[in-house]
Every structure is written in structure tokens, then in C-alpha cells.
């Protein structure tokens, strides 16, 4: 058996639902497209800022000859989780689910490369997932996980675009897979659904826009931004949540992005009472707990002011003495918007 076929017989083993393979050669293409995309500034800022660095796989492993790129479907059907609740709450999009991706996704990159470095010597590998500076979606791309989408989501054929993306770039020569071909529907639900309007034809992004960027973004929102938000507490799922490729899709087997110990709805008082030590036991192993604290309470304050539900006043008032400052502007505007004007 080839070495390439020994990996993908191994990557099931260990439940990885997605494997390709492309080169370790610079993404010349991808150059002029992020450029475009910088120019006009719709970049997120938490991308990596060195383009060359995007696009060429060898500036961060000299010796990378091939790079590893794997999908992990996260998709649970949710109408079988959520639990009718008389309280306020917030919503987890499906990539706070359960365990953090990023230490799933490391796990299995790295027991991989265990498995290959019995398989070949003097092998060599760097593993990424969401923090190396490459393009994941682009290299989940060119691997054949999928076909971009209107909403600039890779989509497979049975995981839609349910799926996290994790890549390695190893020092060995393996013979790469092709693109699939472009397969979506064109019919434009995910650009109007967007609640930031972060979607345009010909799949223009604007990152800042997106509403999973604002609920981590720490500047100050604007009032319309503040109002995309909805109650949303980290991520947005609309553009997928819309798309006719992601209906009948195919169930996470593994039990890893079930949510468990933090549910895919947060009660807002829980979150805005909750102490720091309570906050790092519940969200620290969490996508959703890098932000910190105070951003994601702060999301909950814009929520109970987009939810405009009486009873969130007196949730809100006692953080009228809050001491953070940008904390009382939040819960200010929120109580403006529940009718009750008061003096900060």
C-alpha cells in the first residue's frame, strides 16, 4: 500500500471526516485577490498581514514539500439539543459548540504525524489550525475538500459547509488531489440573509462587516452594527443556516462538538453576574472563550437591547455602576433602547 493510502486509511481511524493533499508551492493566484482585498479594507485584521506569508507555503517550513489538509464535520441538528427555557439567552454559533475545535483538530494532525513519522523517515511536519498564516479554505480547496460558495464557505458534497479545516505541511513528496468543481446553486440567499451585509456578488467579503467579526472585534460598535448583532453572543451561522447545500447534510459522528457543559444558548443573567473564575471554568475550553469576558458580556448587553424584552431591565440597571466605563455606555444604549432613558 502507498504511503498516501496508508495516511487516509489511518485519518479514518482516528475519525478524520475529510483528507486531500496539494502542494507546497507559493498560491501566486491568491496574491492579487488579497491584495484587492486589503486595498479595500476588508480584511478582518486577525488575519496574518505579511501576504508573502499568505501565499507561500515555504516561508514558514523551508523543507515543506506537501501539505496535509483535513475537514472535521461539527454539524448536530439542533432541534433535537435546544430545551425550552423561560430565560434570556444568547446563542453560541455551531463553531462554539462543544470542545474547542482548535484542540480537536491539533489532536488529530498530531497523532497524523505520528503515524507518518513511523511510516518514512527523517519526517518532518508544523500542524495549523485557524492561527497558521496560509489561507485554510484555500488549501481545503485545493486539496478537493470542497467548492466555495457565495458565502465564501467551502462546501463538500455530504458535510456541506459544516466543517472545520485544519492543515500540515510535511517535508515529503505525496501526489496531490484536484480541485472539485464549483457546484453552488448561485442563488444568492447567503448575500441577502447577511445580517452585516458582509456578502456581495462574485464572492466579495468584507470581513469587518461580517457579524461574526464584530462579536469579537473590542473597538467601539456603531449603532448599525450593534443591531446586526441580534442576540447573537459569538459567531454567525445565517449564511450557512440558509444555504440549500448545507439541508440533509451529513451528522458530525464524532460527539466532540456536541455542546455539553456550555449549552448552544447562554442565559444572559448567568453570563452577567458570572465571576471571573466561574467564566474560565466554563468557557476556557471553549472557541468562544478567547475573546475574554468582556466581550462576550458585552455582546449579551447588545443583545438584551436588540431583544427589547422588559426583562431584561432589571438585569441591566445594576450595571449601570458597573466599573467599566464602555460596559456602562453598552448597557446605557440597551436600556435606551427598552425605553428607559437614563444618565451614565
Known sequence: MKLKEEIIEYAKVIGIDLIGFTTAEPCHELKLILE??????????????NIELRINPKATMETAKT??????????????????????????ARTAWGRDYHIVLKEKLHALGAFIKSKASNFEF???????????????????????????????????????????????????????????????KCIEACPGKALQDKQVFNAKKCVSYLLQAKNELTEEERSSMGNRLYGCDVCQTVCPHN??????????????????????????????KDFQQLFSANASGWRGKKVLQRNAIVALGNLKDERAIPLLLPLLKDPREDIRQYVKWALDKLGVGVQV
Not at 484587492?36 to 498581514?49: A, I, P, Q, T, Y
Not at 440533509?248 to 447562554?266: C, I, M, T, W, Y
Open 67 to 92: 501539505i496535509i489538509v483535513i475537514g472535521q464535520s461539527y454539524f448536530t441538528d439542533d432541534k433535537k439539543l435546544q430545551k425550552e427555557s423561560s430565560e434570556i439567552y444568547v446563542e453560541l
Open 126 to 188: 508544523k500542524a495549523f489550525v485557524d492561527t497558521g498564516p496560509l489561507v485554510d479554505r484555500y488549501l481545503g480547496y485545493k486539496a478537493g475538500l470542497g467548492w466555495f460558495g457565495c458565502n465564501n464557505s467551502l462546501i463538500n458534497e455530504e458535510y456541506g459547509s459544516w466543517f472545520f479545516i485544519g492543515y500540515m505541511l510535511i517535508n515529503i513528496e505525496i501526489e496531490v488531489d484536484e480541485p472539485l468543481s464549483n457546484k453552488c446553486k448561485g442563488c444568492r
Open 36 to 49: 484587492e482585498r486589503k486595498s479595500m479594507g476588508h480584511l478582518s485584521g486577525f488575519e496574518e498581514d
Open 247 to 276: 439541508k440533509n447534510v451529513k451528522q458530525a459522528a464524532s460527539e466532540d462538538f456536541v455542546p455539553k457543559q456550555l449549552s448552544g444558548r447562554v442565559s444572559i443573567e448567568e453570563l452577567l453576574k458570572m465571576s471571573n
